[in-house]
C-alpha cells in the first residue's frame, strides 16, 4: 500500500473538497485535525494541535506528501514552523502549502502571519509548493450577510475583491500535491473582480431585500494598500470557473433568488 497523503485542516471548508478527490485518484489521505473523525476506507483521522505541536510527529510518520491546509485568525506562523519541524524529522518529500494573496503586500497582522508561514516552508529546505488562492465565495458570503443584517450597510470605497469557488482552489491543489515539488506557483483567482458595493447588491438582490448603502473610508496603511488592489493579481493569475454569481445561485433558496448580473471584469 502506498504511503497517505497528510492533509492537514482536512475537516475544513477545503479539505472536505481536497480528500475525496486525492481519493479519487487513488490515493490514501490522512486527515489531521485537532478533533479527530471517522475513518472509512483510504481515509485515516488522527489528532494534533498544530499551534502547540503536541502530536505533530506522529501524525506526520509514514507520510511522504503532505499537504498544508490549516489556518485560522492567528498562529499560522508557529503552526507551520511545527509542521515544518515535524516533516524535516520524518523524511517528507513534498509539502504543498495554501496562502492569500496579497500575503506580502498588505499590512494586515493576519496577512503577516501567513507571509511568515510562507517562508518557514520556502526555508525549510523541503521540497515544496505554495498556492495563494483570493478569498472563497463562502468568505466573502459570510461578510456580505452580516453586512446585509444592518439597516444601513457599509460600503467600503475602492475596495474589490477576486472570490474563487473552493471546489477550484480544491482542484488545483490536488494537481498541485500529486505533481512535482514547484515552489510559488502562479495565483488563483475567481473570474471576476467585484467591488465591495457590486456584492453586497447582488446579494440583497437574490435575497429580495433592499438596504441603503453608504460609502466609508478605510483608515490607515490597510486602507490604501486594499484601494491601491494589493490584494487582487490582475496579470498573471490562474483563474476559476465558477462565478460569485452562479455560487449565490446554488447556495442561496431557490423561492428568494433573482436574476443575477454578468460578471464584471478587472477595472
Same mark, same amino acid.
Given at each position: 500500500?502506498?504511503?497517505?497523503?497528510?492533509?492537514?485542516?482536512?475537516?475544513?471548508?477545503?479539505?472536505?473538497?481536497?480528500?475525496?478527490?486525492?481519493?479519487?485518484?487513488?490515493?490514501?489521505? !490522512?486527515?489531521?485535525? !485537532?478533533?479527530?473523525?471517522?475513518?472509512?476506507?483510504?481515509? #485515516?483521522?488522527?489528532?494534533?494541535?498544530?499551534?502547540?505541536?503536541? %502530536?505533530? #510527529? *506522529?501524525?506526520?510518520? /509514514?507520510?511522504?506528501?503532505? &499537504?498544508?491546509?490549516? /489556518?485560522?485568525?492567528?498562529?499560522?506562523?508557529?503552526?507551520?514552523? +511545527?509542521?515544518?519541524?515535524?516533516?524535516?524529522?520524518?523524511?517528507?518529500?513534498?509539502?504543498?502549502?495554501?496562502?492569500?494573496?496579497? *500575503?506580502?503586500?498588505?499590512?494586515?497582522?493576519?496577512?503577516?502571519?501567513? &507571509?511568515?508561514?510562507?517562508?518557514?516552508?520556502? #526555508?525549510?529546505?523541503?521540497?515544496?509548493?505554495?498556492?495563494? *488562492?483570493?478569498?472563497?465565495?463562502?468568505?466573502? &458570503?459570510?461578510?456580505?450577510?452580516?453586512?446585509?443584517?444592518?439597516?444601513?450597510?457599509?460600503?467600503?470605497?475602492?475596495?474589490?475583491?477576486?472570490?474563487?469557488?473552493?471546489?477550484?482552489?480544491?482542484?488545483?491543489?490536488? #494537481? &498541485?500535491?500529486?505533481?512535482?515539488?514547484? %515552489?510559488?506557483?502562479?495565483?488563483?483567482?475567481?473570474?471576476?473582480?467585484?467591488?465591495?458595493?457590486?456584492?453586497?447588491?447582488?446579494?440583497?438582490?437574490?435575497?429580495?431585500? !433592499?438596504?441603503?448603502?453608504?460609502?466609508?473610508?478605510?483608515?490607515?496603511?490597510?486602507? !490604501?494598500?486594499?484601494?491601491?488592489?494589493? +490584494?487582487?493579481?490582475?496579470?498573471?493569475?490562474?483563474?476559476?470557473?465558477?462565478?460569485?454569481?452562479?455560487?449565490?445561485?446554488?447556495?442561496?433558496?431557490?423561492?428568494?433568488?433573482?436574476?443575477?448580473?454578468?460578471?464584471?471584469?478587472?477595472?
Amino acid at each position: 500500500m502506498s504511503a497517505p497523503i497528510l492533509v492537514t485542516g482536512g475537516t475544513g471548508t477545503l479539505g472536505r473538497l481536497v480528500t475525496p478527490l486525492l481519493r479519487e485518484a487513488g490515493h490514501p489521505v !490522512r486527515v489531521l485535525s !485537532r478533533r479527530g473523525g471517522p475513518s472509512a476506507p483510504g481515509i #485515516e483521522h488522527v489528532t494534533a494541535d498544530l499551534v502547540s505541536g503536541e %502530536g505533530i #510527529e *506522529a501524525a506526520v510518520r /509514514g507520510a511522504e506528501v503532505v &499537504l498544508h491546509l490549516a /489556518g485560522g485568525p492567528k498562529g499560522d506562523d508557529r503552526a507551520a514552523r +511545527n509542521l515544518v519541524r515535524a516533516a524535516q524529522q520524518t523524511g517528507v518529500r513534498h509539502l504543498v502549502h495554501i496562502s492569500v494573496i496579497g *500575503a506580502d503586500r498588505v499590512p494586515l497582522a493576519w496577512l503577516r502571519s501567513k &507571509l511568515d508561514a510562507e517562508r518557514a516552508v520556502a #526555508e525549510s529546505g523541503l521540497p515544496w509548493t505554495a498556492l495563494r *488562492a483570493a478569498q472563497f465565495h463562502d468568505l466573502v &458570503l459570510t461578510v456580505v450577510e452580516k453586512l446585509a443584517k444592518l439597516p444601513v450597510v457599509p460600503a467600503p470605497g475602492g475596495l474589490r475583491f477576486q472570490p474563487v469557488d473552493a471546489r477550484d482552489v480544491a482542484a488545483r491543489l490536488v #494537481e &498541485l500535491t500529486l505533481g512535482a515539488p514547484a %515552489g510559488l506557483v502562479p495565483d488563483l483567482t475567481g473570474p471576476a473582480v467585484y467591488g465591495m458595493d457590486e456584492l453586497v447588491r447582488s446579494y440583497l438582490r437574490a435575497v429580495g431585500r !433592499r438596504r441603503p448603502l453608504v460609502p466609508v473610508r478605510l483608515p490607515g496603511k490597510a486602507g !490604501r494598500a486594499y484601494r491601491a488592489g494589493d +490584494n487582487l493579481t490582475l496579470d498573471g493569475a490562474e483563474t476559476g470557473t465558477r462565478t460569485w454569481e452562479a455560487f449565490l445561485a446554488e447556495r442561496l433558496p431557490e423561492p428568494r433568488r433573482t436574476a443575477h448580473r454578468q460578471p464584471v471584469g478587472p477595472r
